[in-house]
């Protein structure tokens, strides 16, 4: 039982990174790594959550500040 909770921590963490690079292919329409207000638009959920998830208020989402979500 000990040597499944690494594996588990693990496995969540490496589901969170690729659920985050799906999210910015789906919707970095500019292609430039992040995602801005507008691109966010298009997912309600994010849109709701932006501003919060936008830790150093430049308007756009970058990988980091997904993975801290």
Same mark, same amino acid.
């Given at each position: 039982? *000990?040597? /499944? @909770?690494? =594996?588990? %921590? /693990?496995?969540? %963490? &490496?589901? %969170? @990174? @690729?659920?985050? +690079?799906? =999210? @910015?292919? *789906? =919707?970095?329409? $500019? !292609? $430039?790594?992040?995602? &801005?207000?507008? #691109?966010?638009? #298009?997912?309600?959920? =994010?849109?709701?959550?932006?501003s919060e998830l936008d830790t150093n208020k430049d308007g756009y989402l970058s990988? !980091?500040?997904? +993975? !801290?979500?």
């Open positions: 039982m *000990k040597k /499944l @909770i690494p =594996l588990f %921590a /693990l496995t969540f %963490a &490496s589901m %969170a @990174i @690729i659920a985050e +690079e799906d =999210l @910015i292919a *789906k =919707l970095d329409t $500019d !292609n $430039d790594g992040r995602i &801005s207000i507008e #691109e966010a638009a #298009e997912d309600a959920a =994010l849109s709701a959550m932006f990988p !980091n500040e997904l +993975e !801290n979500k």
